[in-house]
Structure formats: structure tokens, C-alpha cells
């Protein structure tokens, strides 16, 4: 898909799916790096979803060069695809590794990224992220849902369920009346771009398999948030690099 058609996509579906948007081979290397790194495992915290279910994960608000999941922020290939998708410079609000394992992995309910976010003082919705498969993600090991076209509703109320803020039921019951809904099945390495407004949500992981995936989280510069004690950092440039650079960096880091 051409970047028109992505843009397109992504103003009337709320998302686009960029399939093989990295190697898999490079998502391989990515995960071993990934959970031998005790950085990340150690300071992964679970929210617990409605039933009690555990959804770990483990955020940075920092870049840190010696760092794969920072190569990946960085790439042309995702924050370039992302300062097209929002019209705008972005800059790097957080990442996250998602990590939903076997049997345990929890749900997350049914919310909007900005439904989190508008709390922060970002005055707009202009505002996505980008969630990069780095286990396969299937309908069984609970793969991403979302409401195609659910981010033109606007904001809706989200309110407190488990340790989880979810948006408002009543309205998730009727957005799904009137928008599709998709089961978004990934390769390792295919990446999904959505909408701050987009309404998604995730099932237990039910299955044998685990599925981590990396979620990077950008906001536009011109949505810089009116508060300065947010969560998530206020607007400083973001250095993107090459994309052939990021791939030596990430080969060098998860292989060596
Ligand atoms: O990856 C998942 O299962 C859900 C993640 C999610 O909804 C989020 O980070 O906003």
C-alpha cells in the first residue's frame, strides 16, 4: 500500500495495516533480545481486566540509543509513515511492550487510546500509535479487535473496570452496531497503524502461545499537551533515522 492509500485508509477505517512492515526474522531476534532482557521483564506491571485477568506490560517515556525498541521508534518506517498519517511532525509520547502470555493473558476492554490520553492535556485527538507484531497474533491468543470507522464518534467517557479504564458500554454495545468489527490476525512484523479515537480492545489469551508485541505512541507537535506533569513527556524534537540504519541496529543489538 502506497502512503495516499494508507492515508486514506487511516481517515476512514481509523487504521491501516502494514503487512510485513519488518522481517520476521527481525522479529525473532527482536523477542529473544526481548525476554532476556531483564530491564524490560522485571519492571513489566500487570493490570488486571474485568474477571481478574492479567495484562503485563512494560512502558518507557525515554529513548535510549543502545536500545532496539528505540530503533524501532526512530525508524523512517513507522514515525515517517506516522508524521504522514497526522499531517503533522510527531514526537515520541511512549512505548510499550505487550506481553500476553499463555493462558493467563488478560483482556484489555474495549477503550480509546485518547480516551487515556485527553487526561494528559492533549487538547486534540491527533494522536496514534503504531502496534508491531513480534509473536504472531491470532483470534486464539488474543489478537487486537477494533471498530472499523469507530474514531470518527469523537471521545467517549471512559470509566474504571478491574484495574482497567474502559469507555463507555452502553456506547462500545451501539458503536458495534453500527461499525465492523475486526479481528486484527498479524504475522511477526506486520505492523497496525490507528487512531488515538479508534475504539479497539483485546481478548484473554486463551492458547498455548504467547503474544508480545511492541506498541509505539506518537503525538503531532502542534498537540504539545498544556500540562507539563503528564504522564507521558511533552513535545521535544524526535530524531528519525534511516531505515537501513535502524535494520543495522537492530541486527547488531538482537544478534550480538
Ligand atoms: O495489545 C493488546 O492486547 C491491547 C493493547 C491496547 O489496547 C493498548 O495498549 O491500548
Redesign the pocket.
Known sequence: MNLADAKRAFEIDGFFLAKGLFHPDTMHALLRYARSDRALVDSAYVRRDATGGE?K?SLRNDLDDQSPYTAIVRSQRVAGTMTHLLGDEVYHYHH?M?L?EPRV?G??EW?Q?YG?WYSNGCLYPDMA?C?IAVDR?TRAN???QVLRGSHTLGRVDHKTTGDQKGADPVRVVEAAKRHELIYCEMEPGDALFFHGNLL???SKNESEDP?W?L?C?YNTKHNDPYLTHGRHPNYSPLECWQDDRVDKVLYTLCTE
Do not use: N, T, V
Open positions: 495484562s506490560l510499550k505487550m500476553k493473558g483482556a484489555w477503550h487510546d487515556y500509535s502496534l497474533a488474543g489478537c487486537l479497539h480492545c483485546s503474544r508485541s506498541i505512541c
